[in-house]
């Protein structure tokens, strides 16, 4: 594994453990930063165990920072790193390092926007394009969020602590965000390979871990089960070559089967419950995708006209577009793209320029493919893009085919919700079709 890899894969852990040990966020970053850097000048071949190799160096040069400093805080701080013990107890509600630097991050005395972009840049050693391209939003005003949190923090002197357990659900919201959003960039992530496999496998660790520490809470009950049926379908996602394969073309013998028995389980779970939120929603729609040999489309469009009365955003009306494509066809889906307001998202022209091709408006198909090229961040999926444009023939309806990706990542915070729907739930094995319509019981 070479260093970047290992950035990557221990960035986040280390932050974490050095939060804890430093007790303070932005000494903690720096300090990992400066053990990378030692680390390129020094390692050959990279140690047996890098991220404590990292933490350990982190801590040094942090303590060799404080032994520079000539304040009486500091000269107690490094009294304290010098005294603790390389393990140290954990102690209060949150036993996982990096699920208490999710918390931390997501302190009420920061903006929404400032508490996911810090905790996705600290955690998941994300880039600023790569957290910009998760919220949609311009990558200058995520650089200068970040900058901002990282100053409130500082001047508001606002401490790392476990939050107790009586404050944990009103951060619950942005830290289902951040682990949503860390899933989504390992799903597709905004540069290099399609698919960052570690960040998708830590995102739904920590979702399992949220899951121990909340267990009555729905919304992480249905994120849990929304990542771990995502992530059963990872294996079919990318061809022998590396391409992008679309959900209709998967080989759905190689799904997770085991982890798909256990997202239905959780989405039952969530059927049971009044009100369900987004999460729940989206969990219960990719049950949908995942219940037998073929997507039942009418009930993934029942879904989202829930799912859009709960979130009216942008993404949600995109990804229902393609459910009303299947079930309505092409021409229906096109104007339903009408009106969506979604700057330099490339998988709003690329849904454009399939449903043209289905309708036969080749040129039309060939200048949105084009559009959604250029926009396209990833390589593997420009080159997806460049091979159906390819395919196109002049005045033939194209064969069906699902776009990029189905499953977008929205970030626009729910409203309250609105109207009740038709019959919602998803027939699952071992459900009556009582039981499945618990998702409209609203």
Known sequence: MDLESIYRAEYGRCVATLARLLGDVSLAEEAVQDAFAVALQKWGVPPPNPGAWIVTTARNRAIDRLRR???????????????????????????????????TCCHPALAPLAQTALTLRLLGGLEVPEIARAHLVPEATIAQR??????????????YRVPNAGELPA?????????????????????????????????VRLARELADLMPDEPEVLGLLALLVL??????????????LVTLAEQDRSLWNREQIAEGHALVRRCLRRNRPGPYQIQAAINA??????????????????????????????????VAVAEVHGPAMALASLDGIDLPGYHLLPAARADLLARLGRTTEARAAYD???????????????????????????????????????DNCPPTAFAARSAPLGPRLPGTSNRQAEGLSDL
Do not use: M
Not at 230 to 243: F, N
Not at 289 to 316: C, I, K, M, R
């Open 69 to 103: 400093e000539s304040t009486r805080e500091a000269r107690h701080a490094q009294a304290v790193l010098l005294r603790q013990p390389d393990e140290p107890k954990e102690v209060g509600p949150v036993r996982d390092d990096q699920l208490r630097l999710i918390f």
């Open 371 to 409: 559009e959604a090229i250029t926009l396209a961040g990833n390589d593997t999926e420009r080159t997806f893009l460049r091979d159906r444009r390819s395919h196109l023939h002049d005045g033939l309806r194209q064969r069906p085919s699902a776009p990029a990706r189905l499953h977008a990542s």
């Open 288 to 321: 949908v995708h995942t219940d037998g040999p073929a997507t039942d489309w009418a009930q993934v469009l029942a879904l989202y006209d829930q799912l859009f009365a709960h979130s009216p955003t942008p993404v949600v009306a995109l990804n229902r577009a």
């Open 146 to 159: 970040i900058v901002r949190a990282k100053k409130k923090i500082r001047d508001a002197a606002i401490p």
């Open 171 to 203: 951060r619950l919201p942005p830290v289902l965000t951040v682990l949503y959003l860390i899933f989504n960039e390992g799903y597709t992530s905004t540069a290099g390979a399609l698919v960052r496999t570690d960040l998708c496998q830590e995102a």
């Open 230 to 243: 995502v992530e059963a379908r990872r294996p079919a996602r990318v061809g022998p070559a590396g391409e």
